[in-house]
């Protein structure tokens, strides 16, 4: 099961942010740490290398909300066979 670990940086209007956060949460794909100031730490623990790629790519930056994110770690050293299909 590839698993990230990433650093989003949400909008400081206050708005915009609670609603990212909300679509976030809900994502049960994701697990959310501490919020600091507009920085969300988080890790993202998907069933393909596909699905997560495009979870990085295109999903979470299309979340309102969402400014930035930045990939710290991403490990997929146990995905074999068909969890490496897309």
Known sequence: MPI?????TLSNDGGE???ALKVLDDDRRLTLGELQKNRLPLVAETE???E???LLREELKAV???VFVD???VNFEDVTGESAQE
Do not use: E, K, M
């Not at 990230?4 to 989003?8: H, T």
């Open 17 to 19: 942010q609670a609603r």
């Open 48 to 50: 393909t290398i596909g």
């Open 52 to 54: 997560g790629s495009r």
């Open 4 to 8: 990230s670990g990433l650093v989003v």
């Open 64 to 66: 309102d909300g969402v």
């Open 71 to 73: 990939v710290v770690s």
